[in-house]
């Protein structure tokens, strides 16, 4: 049974940061590309950070990057977000996706996941 087990959500002040984790069970890890997702009150879901399979290739969102990086440690099964100089608009449930199709490239559609976490919700106050 394929899980994805998110955790380090929280509340944090602007400018502040945070990291976090996604553990994946029950399939080969490297093989995925990884991606994290977010969704706030009343908006659509949107993507964030992706990475391909093994230790490939990353792309960020326009909204966060050079603030947040996405990696993975394929040995721990875990994926990770780590974010940096965090704003309120960054507040939103967080959630962690994978795609097991073997594609070599970035995968940018919530489409194309094929397995989510359960969300962590990341709280930024003003």
Do not use: H
């Not at 069970?25 to 969704?39: E, K, L, N």
């Not at 230790?55 to 974010?83: C, H, P, W």
């Amino acid at each position: 049974e394929v899980q994805l087990v998110e955790s380090g959500g929280g509340l944090v002040q602007t400018g502040g940061s945070l990291r976090l984790s996604c553990v994946a069970s029950g399939f080969t890890f490297s093989d995925s590309a990884i991606g994290w997702y977010r969704q706030a009150p009343g908006k659509e879901r949107e993507g964030v950070a992706y990475m391909v399979l093994r230790d490939g290739d990353t792309y960020s969102e326009d909204s966060v990057r050079g603030r947040f990086t996405i990696s993975r440690d394929n040995a721990k099964s875990t994926m990770y977000l780590q974010m940096s100089s965090l704003k309120p608009e960054d507040t939103a449930v967080y959630y962690c996706a994978v795609d097991l199709n073997l594609r070599p490239t970035v995968r940018y559609s919530a489409s194309e996941y094929d397995y989510w976490g359960q969300g962590t919700q990341v709280t930024v106050s003003s």
